[in-house]
């Protein structure tokens, strides 16, 4: 990385070097970042780094006043992430203390103009999968350090109660905060130790997405830091464009910093039900029937279950059986087999009724009678349900290794074709992850967003949430793994399955015009129009940062 003029970074007293340096910027950006065909290069490590060009980025940044700090050294824990491949170090990282830090940062690179190729990325609580979060020798914003504002409940409209939060907050905080007010956020994802603006960059999928839509959908506002510095506040409303923009752009155009998160009357307990099947159409067609009912289940999901010994005995330490008898009978080993789960919330004043309801919508289904498994528990428990898997495979260290996952959208005409060739046949088994399915109204989705969905109206979220073992070679590899997500993609372009990634990664910019299709164009313009130098989100590779410096 080549050391860009120290004056640039010390002084800041003349208005037309500012000027000149936006301008360079500004003419750059079509020929730099936005019409990059080519891969990205990939940084073997940090050791291209000269001390001299950390030393000026360092020396630049703490002549910054802000409330928070800097840290420049022990930051290893910002070249990390959930999927634990790839590993980029950072110049520093920004520990804000308020949304003014973050401002005042971004706009001090954003000054730099092309005088430098750094970049900055929100990084939440880490669960990025393919270095999404990481920022290779630039700034690494520590999310989970903004607090400020504090959470701020407003019930006094009944109808329309909801939470400001710091986009730092974990979900997990913002359900024990609302139960207190017996307040609930509507959707969830399944594990909710992740941050507010890490989820909404995404979309927020969960069994509850038939109902009440993806969390992007349940959002009134947002405060967003754009890639110029200016902290907009933003709704459907007011600046629409950059809402729309920002959920589930991915952090393109701006870093959430604040949302305001709609609220619903809570429940206090959960029926928990689980059943199987042996074929995939009758398991399909029941699921499709519930997501479209009216009257149906809260929570609706699903996973496939491939040549597992024992597996009902392994749902007896959450799960009883409804009869205990035949359940004991049934075999699952060298089956591929299909879980329907689902929940129905309740009160406890309500139990009789719900008993009867969860009666009338299982006689509807066609399962096989003898995996009728269910459980009773509280609507925490059955919400944080992950994080108990989380701890036990902790204390295994089984929790920080690779998670090479991969995430799928695919229409609802096309799921037989994909689970005709890939149950049983590229996937042979399920011992190294859950493999989660099921199916979503996308006209409960929000319209304008920058998520990208298949066309048709009904569409099913597969999820292949592998674990591997860093060192082996053999089938639990982390290789074995990636070459099975391979057959699986490119099964789904050669059988124009209609696929789209959810949660994702491409390296070259052609893939990702591919990803978004009739959508790019408006992509790209928000790109130029709130982040004009590609100084944000530099890890999902969609755009090159405009700079003058030598690209590594």
């Not at 409330?67 to 420049?72: H, I, Q, R, T």
């Not at 992950?386 to 609802?412: A, F, R, Y």
Request: glycine fraction near 6%; hydrophobic fraction near 35%; charge should be positive.
């Amino acid at each position: 990385m080549k050391s860009p003029p120290t004056h640039v970074f010390f002084k800041h007293k003349s208005m037309l070097l500012r000027l000149l340096i936006f301008i360079l910027g500004i003419c750059s950006i079509n020929r730099t970042n936005l019409c990059c065909d080519q891969p990205f290069a990939t940084p073997i490590s940090s050791s291209s780094s000269t001390p001299s060009s950390f030393s000026v980025i360092q020396s630049s940044l703490k002549q910054l006043n802000i409330e928070g700090y800097f840290s420049f050294k022990n930051f290893d824990h910002a070249a990390k992430d959930f999927g634990n491949r790839y590993h980029f170090l950072p110049s520093a990282v920004l520990y804000p203390k308020s949304v003014s830090d973050i401002s005042s940062t971004i706009k001090h690179v954003f000054d730099m103009g092309v005088t430098t190729d750094l970049t900055v990325a929100a990084r939440g609580h880490g669960h990025s999968l393919e270095g999404q979060a990481q920022a290779y020798q630039g700034v690494v914003i520590n999310m989970e350090s903004l607090r400020a504002p504090a959470m701020r409940f407003h019930t006094g409209n009944q109808e329309l109660p909801f939470v400001d939060v710091s986009a730092g907050e974990l979900w997990i905080n913002i359900l024990h905060e609302s139960l207190k007010l017996g307040l609930t956020p509507k959707s969830w994802t399944d594990y909710l130790h992740l941050t507010v603006g890490g989820t909404l960059s995404n979309a927020g999928i969960s069994g509850q997405a038939f109902k009440h839509g993806p969390q992007i959908n349940n959002v009134y506002q947002l405060e967003v830091v754009t890639g110029k510095g200016e902290v907009i506040t933003c709704s459907e409303e007011k600046n629409a464009d950059l809402f729309y923009g920002v959920l589930g752009g991915l952090g393109q155009f701006g870093i959430i910093t604040r949302a305001r998160i709609a609220l619903e009357p809570a429940p206090k307990k959960v029926k928990w039900i689980r059943v199987l099947y042996s074929d995939f159409s009758t398991f399909s067609y029941d699921q499709e029937h519930l997501i479209s009912s009216e009257n149906s289940f809260d929570y609706i999901e699903g996973f496939v279950i491939i040549n597992r010994t024992g597996l009902l005995n392994n749902w007896r330490s959450t799960f009883n059986p409804k009869d205990p008898l035949l359940a004991k009978e049934f075999s699952s080993e060298g089956k591929v087999l299909y879980c329907l789960e689902v929940a129905k919330y309740f009160n406890p004043e309500e139990t009789t009724k719900t008993d009867q309801n969860v009666d009338v919508l299982l006689s509807k289904l066609n399962y096989i009678q003898s995996t009728l498994f269910q459980s009773e528990v509280s609507y925490v428990d059955f919400l944080d349900r992950v994080h108990v898997s989380e701890m036990k495979l902790q204390e295994k260290g089984l929790w920080d290794i690779p998670h090479p996952w991969l995430n799928l959208l695919i229409p609802k005409s096309k799921i037989h074709d994909f689970a005709r060739e890939v149950f049983g046949k590229i996937l042979t088994d399920t011992s190294h992850g859950p493999v989660l399915i099921y199916p979503v109204n996308k006209s409960k989705w929000r319209k304008g967003t920058s998520v990208v969905t298949p066309e048709e109206d009904v569409m099913y979220l597969i999820a292949f949430l592998s674990s591997a073992m860093p060192s082996s070679t053999g089938k639990d590899g982390v290789e074995y793994v990636l070459n099975k997500n391979k057959k699986i993609l490119n099964f789904c372009r050669k059988a124009h399955i209609g696929m789209k990634q959810y949660l994702p990664h491409y390296t070259t910019q052609e893939d990702w015009k591919g990803h978004f299709g009739p959508q790019w164009e408006t992509f790209k313009r928000r790109k130029s129009t709130y982040d004009p130098l590609a100084i944000l989100a530099p890890g999902q590779r969609i755009f090159r940062r405009a700079s003058g410096v030598q690209q590594q």
